[in-house]
């Protein structure tokens, strides 16, 4: 299992909030490339980074700070979500060296579009779930829908997605541990892998979510623990690696 940092970017800066409120955020960095380099030098094997304002303009903003960072870390996979609504963004993204692009919020609003993107970058795209309680939100989770979470994913593993990403609202930057229970039943369920994201906070969380790996859960993101210090991100991921495999 991967221990995967989130990089959140907001006006240029490294951040993160607090349930998703952009007003309610801290930040950690100016410098997002020299970010990245901490986190590979601590052992990380994959990325998460997220653009914050793009997820609220519905188009990408921070791109050329995420552009620089694949740039600087050719041979590191990364995933990259937030504003990506259409092929020409996936495009971008991917030729300037990013690995995944995560759909959300237009998965959601045209659940097609996830279909047609799978089809046109096999195996690069991820789709992320962000819910509360089950339902899905949107818009940088400004917007609770009335769609159930497990119903959308089935749809699209059935598309081809390479992954999924379940982040749980009510956990995400609160450090108060992940939804294991959630996590777990909607990974048995599906037929791809699932990334777990909201509340890592310590080792024993890791140790936690090591034992639902053999349930379809490949990886969890942190954020939060890792820039506060409540969680050694070596340390875990030298955990992971040791009760999984």
Excluded at 94 to 121: K, M, N, S, Y
Excluded at 177 to 195: F, K, Q, S
Aim: hydrophobic share 45%; glycine share 14%.
């Amino acid at each position: 299992m991967l221990l995967i940092p989130a990089i959140d970017l907001k006006d240029g800066h490294c951040v993160r909030l607090r349930q998703g409120r952009m007003e309610d955020e801290t930040i950690f960095s100016d410098d997002p490339v020299a970010t990245a380099g901490r986190w590979v030098a601590a052992g990380a094997r994959r990325l998460h980074l997220v653009d914050l304002n793009g997820a609220f303009a519905g188009a990408p903003v921070n791109g050329a700070a995420i552009e620089a960072i694949a740039a600087a870390y050719p041979d590191l996979p990364i995933q990259v979500g937030g504003g990506i609504r259409d092929e020409r963004s996936i495009g971008a993204y991917l030729e300037a060296g990013v690995h995944w692009c995560i759909i959300g919020t237009q998965a959601v609003r045209e659940p097609d579009f996830v279909a047609r993107a799978c089809r046109a970058f096999p195996g690069r795209v991820i789709v992320g779930l962000d819910a509360r309680d089950g339902q899905v939100a949107i818009d940088g989770w400004a917007v609770l829908t009335d769609h159930r979470v497990d119903e959308l994913a089935r749809r699209f593993a059935g598309d081809g997605v390479a992954a999924l990403v379940y982040t749980d609202i009510g956990r995400d930057g609160m450090l108060t541990g992940p939804n294991l229970e959630a996590t777990a039943r909607l990974a048995a369920g599906l037929n791809i892998p699932v990334i777990a994201s909201g509340g890592i906070t310590h080792l024993d969380d890791l140790r936690a979510l090591a034992e639902i790996a053999g349930q379809g859960v490949i990886g969890a993101i942190t954020g939060r623990a890792i820039y506060e210090g409540t969680l050694d991100f070596a340390a875990g991921q030298q955990l992971l690696d040791a009760a999984t495999g």
